[in-house]
């Protein structure tokens, strides 16, 4: 089994940054894509940025230009650099991965979430 672990998150002043981990117990490279999600209380998940394993990337607009998706194959760990912070990126951050199954079927994988709130 897969497992994805979140971390970094905190509070943070806008203006500020935040680096967040998301830490997988297997090799990275054996997921299709990974990917960073929120959600902010009474609103729906929605995508951040997402990665493949070849590295090619994709941001919502509302993040593009201050975010930054990366992933580090030998530590097996998925990041988000986030500058620039708004109150409107207060959100539990969730890491996703989508994983191939034999069958060729892919599989999506959570971690628990981790809470950035940006506040003066």
């Known amino acids: 089994q897969v497992q994805l672990v979140e971390s970094g998150g905190g509070l943070v002043q806008p203006g500020g940054s935040l680096r967040l981990s998301c830490a997988a117990s297997g090799n990275i490279f054996n997921f299709y894509d990974m990917g960073w999600y929120r959600q902010a209380p009474g609103k729906q998940r929605e995508l951040v940025a997402i990665?493949?394993?070849?590295?090619?990337?994709n941001y919502a607009d509302s993040v593009k230009g201050r975010f930054t998706i990366s992933r580090d194959n030998a530590k097996n760990t998925m990041y988000l650099q986030m500058n620039s912070l708004k109150p409107d990126d207060t959100a539990v951050y969730y890491c996703?991965?989508?994983?191939?199954?034999?069958?060729?079927?892919?599989?999506?994988?959570w971690g628990q979430g981790t809470q950035v709130t940006v506040s003066s």
């Open positions: 996703n991965g989508r994983r191939r199954r034999i069958s060729g079927d892919l599989d999506n994988y």
């Open positions: 990665i493949t394993s070849g590295r090619s990337t």
